[in-house]
């Protein structure tokens, strides 16, 4: 009896950070809303392409700043106000993603990660890296 309350209690636990950290919709300075996957306070977005029906939507950029600090730059094609499949992602510090984002905007699969100029090639699910080797 006890084996399977704590198997319902890992489950549970296991659900939860999807619920308790769910993202948000962010809406730009062009009036273009944005899915935001991991949203903190003080955030604001500017969305660089077209808007279509008030989402963002095509070939285009996503700039991320926090507290008024430009943040992460996301390039790739959004689809209804999501950036989903292929993307590079440039950090503040230089490093670049080139990879999958799932369509909740998470790193997923297979990826190439810079590093101060070392190329890493990394396996991602649900935005966590599992796996890297640097490439020779």
Not at 34 to 47: A, D, G, L, M, R
Not at 50 to 74: D, V
Not at 82 to 103: A, Q, S
Request: aromatic share 12%; net charge neutral.
């Amino acid at each position: 009896m006890r084996r399977i309350f704590y198997i319902k209690i890992n489950l549970i636990l296991l659900c939860l950070p999807s619920v308790l950290f769910a993202g948000e919709w962010k809406l730009d300075i062009h009036n273009c809303n944005v899915w935001n996957p991991s949203p903190i306070p003080n955030e604001t977005v500017e969305w660089q392409g077209k808007c279509k029906e008030g989402y963002a939507h095509g070939l285009g950029t996503i700039q991320w700043f926090k507290g008024g600090k430009r943040s992460n730059e996301l390039i790739g094609i959004a689809i209804n106000g999501k950036l989903e499949g292929e993307v590079k992602v440039i950090y503040p510090n230089g490093d670049v993603y080139i990879g999958e984002l799932d369509v909740d905007g998470f790193k997923t699969g297979r990826a190439k990660y810079i590093h101060n100029g070392t190329e890493e090639t990394r396996l991602y699910y649900n935005d966590k890296t599992i796996l890297k080797y640097e490439n020779q």
